[in-house]
């Protein structure tokens, strides 16, 4: 069973920065594409950065130019650095593990990030 435990959540001035971890288990990182995604309550959860397994990364709008994503293979974990941060990007973030052809997708169970103005 792959697991996916989020970290490094918490409150925030607007301007600040905050660094979430997502620590792997189960599979290689570095053998799939992993993903931030955010929700907020009443919307739907929305892609944040993706890094694939030959590093390329994808990026909504919304957060380029202030959030990077990462992944250090010797620690099979998922960082997303968050600088810059704004109000609007208070969210539970999760990150996600799409599945292979053996074995189905796996989500974290959540990170809250809030940003006070």
């Known amino acids: 069973q792959v697991q996916l435990v989020e970290s490094g959540g918490g409150l925030v001035q607007a301007g600040g920065s905050l660094r979430l971890s997502c620590a792997v288990s189960g599979a290689m990182a570095s053998d799939n594409a992993i993903g931030w995604y955010r929700q907020v309550p009443g919307k739907q959860r929305d892609l944040v950065a993706i890094?694939?397994?030959?590093?390329?990364?994808v990026y909504a709008d919304s957060v380029k130019g202030r959030f990077a994503i990462s992944r250090d293979d010797a620690e099979n974990t998922v960082y997303l650095q968050m600088n810059s941060l704004k109000p609007e990007d208070t969210a539970v973030y999760y990150c996600?593990?799409?599945?292979?052809?053996?074995?189905?997708?796996?989500w974290g169970q959540g990170t809250q990030v809030t940003v006070s103005s």
């Open positions: 996600n593990w799409p599945g292979d052809a053996a074995r189905r997708g796996y």
């Open positions: 890094i694939y397994e030959t590093r390329r990364t």
